[in-house]
């Protein structure tokens, strides 16, 4: 009796919710429900209309890097500025890949430390004995000049510095022997183009894992750069109409543009310094390029909390970087809302419907990003993980907006407006 003037609609869903009675305060709660599956449907759809951006995207780099095409022939000297600090897996295959280039102009690499004592040091010695042709010098920086030690050293090394282009990348980036012929080509016509002038070109990067007996973590995090973090690049890119930011992995420019924009000093307190000098650099009127040459990282084998640590330090830094962008980031996880939306709806047979929609589409994006752009072989191998990834994903960006505190090179921090304030060392952190 209680379902007698109970709509269709209604009766329909108290068969899919038959632990609900669509009466008094228990309606509300039946109301609840259907909101929940349509907001998870929602979402779920605008994380496939984001797919369909992603591989928008993707088509127009492809285009771009066609019409830039290859070489041009502009091969300024180069100074290559390396901070280290202790020695990371695959590092010196990076540093004997710098010393590989076939480059027709000249470069010199400069090593910044903070101590001689470094173990890096005796790696870097090893390096100009093997490469005696090699201008290579090692820069021993002892001041600190605020709480990011890697930009403190790059002051430093820039004032050692012989060239007016310098480079600047991580010290366990890996690269081809076309490295710089790639990255200067992107200046070429920089003084006769119509528009902004290229200030700074940065490059897309993969994670490298280790071949045998890799950990699920390093394969998770590796998956998660070649198909999600490059594919949001790709898709800024095309709706900002190019990048406003850098990339670690390569950060491409000149003296005189870092004199223009303040130089490095500013960005001693920054954890993203290479994103915040895009940004300053695409403020004072020039372009940022990204670059058709992909370079390597090396991804340690981490532990869980390893893993956690590092990908809540990038989560509440691209928080704190580009914020309603990171708000808006929630739409993206297709995969985690529809199966959510499975859930809500009692597994009703549209939602499978829908979950097949958002698989394809992620599915497509992995291959076209991480396989068609970005040449990782991981990705296929990793393919079957990619749920797995979508949710830890998903996780770490409800998780950081919980709190400010970052672990980065075993010492907590607190981040604030994208800037570090030193908080307790962690002996133990990874």
Not at 9 to 32: D, I, N
Not at 51 to 80: K, N
Not at 364 to 375: M, P
């Amino acid at each position: 009796m209680a379902l007698k003037n109970t709509s269709a609609r209604e009766l329909r869903h108290t068969r899919t919710y038959p632990f609900l009675v669509l009466h008094g305060p228990v309606r509300l709660k039946s109301m609840l429900a259907i909101c929940i599956e349509g907001l998870t449907a929602l979402l779920a759809l605008a994380g496939v209309v984001y797919m369909m951006l992603v591989l928008w995207g993707t088509r127009d780099f492809h285009l771009a890097c066609r019409i830039r095409g290859g070489a041009s022939g502009f091969t300024p000297d180069v100074s290559i500025l390396k901070p280290v600090k202790g020695i990371d897996h695959r590092m010196y295959a990076g540093f004997v890949s710098h010393c590989s280039q076939q480059y027709a102009g000249q470069f010199e690499i400069l090593f910044g430390v903070s101590s001689l004592s470094d173990p890096a040091v005796a790696e870097i010695e090893r390096l100009k004995a093997e490469f005696p042709s090699i201008a290579i010098r090692l820069i021993e920086c002892t001041r600190r000049l605020g709480t990011s030690g890697k930009v403190s050293n790059l002051v430093q090394m820039l004032e050692e510095a012989r060239y007016e282009h310098v480079v600047i990348n991580d010290s366990d980036i890996l690269v081809s022997p076309h490295y710089l012929t790639k990255i200067m080509s992107c200046f070429r016509d920089s003084s006769r183009d119509a528009g902004p002038r290229v200030g700074l070109v940065t490059a897309p990067y993969v994670g490298h894992t280790r071949t045998k007996n890799v950990g699920l973590w390093s394969r998770l995090e590796a998956l998660g750069i070649s198909t999600d973090f490059f594919a949001g690049v790709l898709t800024a890119r095309k709706l900002e109409g190019g990048i406003r930011f850098g990339l670690g992995s390569t950060l491409a420019t000149t003296r005189s543009v870092l004199a223009e924009t303040g130089g490095l000093e500013p960005l001693v307190e920054y954890l993203a310094d290479d994103y915040e000098m895009g940004v300053r650099i695409a403020n004072a009127g020039y372009r940022v390029e990204l670059a058709d040459e992909v370079v390597e990282t090396s991804v340690p084998d981490y532990s869980l909390q390893g893993f956690v640590d590092h990908q809540l330090r990038w989560a509440r830094s691209t928080r704190d970087s580009r914020k309603l962008g990171y708000v808006g980031l929630g739409i993206t996880f297709c995969l985690p809302w529809a199966i959510f939306a499975c859930i809500a709806s009692g597994f009703a047979l549209w939602s499978f419907t829908l979950l097949s929609l958002a698989l394809l589409a992620r599915v497509a994006v992995a291959l076209s990003v991480g396989v068609g752009v970005l040449r990782d072989e991981q990705v296929l191998r990793d393919l079957w993980l990619l749920p797995l990834r979508d949710f830890f994903a998903f996780g770490f960006w409800l998780w950081s907006f919980a709190g400010d505190t970052v672990v980065w090179r075993g010492e907590q921090f607190h981040l604030h407006d994208g800037r570090l304030r030193r908080s307790t060392p962690l002996a133990d952190a990874k």
